[in-house]
């Protein structure tokens, strides 16, 4: 099994970055996906989910209306569109999968948002 994570990066306040999760080794289809992050000293926190079939999904509140999740089963990939950044959204970010076969994370790319 593997969640390889890429896009992260440098960005603005204000800026936008696209973050992807490419799966492989399960039945991406049959899991939900989610984005997860990190900072030092805290505990890892739910960004965004969408269940199996991109029918639904959930956002924390501090990223509704800026951030998008969305889900390309037939590319295994999962994708986090975060718009209009801001200082407090700098973490590592972490690709998840959870089925009932198992929960797996990615390894995190690095977000920064600083001006």
């Known amino acids: 099994v593997q969640l390889v994570e890429s896009g992260g990066g440098l960005v603005q306040p204000g800026g936008s970055l696209r973050l992807s999760c490419a799966a492989s080794?399960?039945?991406?289809?049959?899991?939900?996906m989610s984005w997860f992050r990190q900072t030092p000293g805290k505990e890892r926190g739910l960004v965004a989910a969408?269940?199996?079939?991109?029918?639904?999904?959930n956002y924390a509140d501090s990223v509704k209306g800026r951030f998008t999740i969305s889900r390309d089963n037939s590319k295994n990939t999962v994708y986090l569109q975060m718009n209009s950044l801001k200082l407090e959204d700098t973490a590592v970010y972490y690709c998840?999968?959870?089925?009932?076969?198992?929960?797996?994370w990615g390894q995190g790319t690095q977000v920064t948002v600083s001006s």
């Open positions: 998840n999968a959870r089925g009932t076969r198992g929960n797996y």
């Open positions: 969408i269940d199996s079939d991109g029918g639904s999904t």
């Open positions: 080794g399960f039945t991406f289809s049959f899991y939900v």
